[in-house]
């Protein structure tokens, strides 16, 4: 995608900003000072795109310490791996492999997953 052109009113010269047409459901260009109105190219119907990029850090400082939610959801039908407690705090996330449920024990912090 190209950067953004600006364009001018060809009757008063001042600039076109980017409107919804919602009755033709289209992008328009439209001048504050007069009435001129011009169409989109569909090419251009992107005004604005925000893409947000995540390392695999950034991710990890997300699911920190899960422990201390008290929205996140608890069971006590799983064994941690690591100290045989039998309650953990857990939570879905989409991964490479699909969907995963993650658990996190409440006595060591130790995290194991179940690939759904």
């Known amino acids: 995608m190209s950067g953004p052109k600006l ?3 060809p009757e008063s010269n001042d ?6 047409d919602r009755a033709n ?25 925000n893409e947000v990029q ?7 400082v ?3 310490d899960v422990r201390s939610d008290p929205t996140l959801p608890r069971t006590k039908d799983v064994r941690c791996p690591a100290c045989a407690n039998n309650e953990a705090v857990f939570f879905s996330a989409s991964t490479e492999e699909g969907m ?3 658990f996190n024990c409440i006595k060591c912090g130790h995290r194991w997953r179940d690939y759904v």
């Open 100 to 102: 995963t449920l993650f």
């Open 7 to 9: 364009r001018f009113c």
């Open 62 to 64: 997300v699911l920190q």
């Open 15 to 20: 600039l076109l900003y980017p409107k919804e």
């Open 25 to 49: 459901k289209r992008l328009v260009y439209h001048c504050r000072s007069c009435p001129y109105v011009e169409a989109a190219d569909p090419s251009e119907w992107c005004v604005f795109r």
């Open 54 to 60: 995540h390392t695999s850090k950034e991710k990890l």
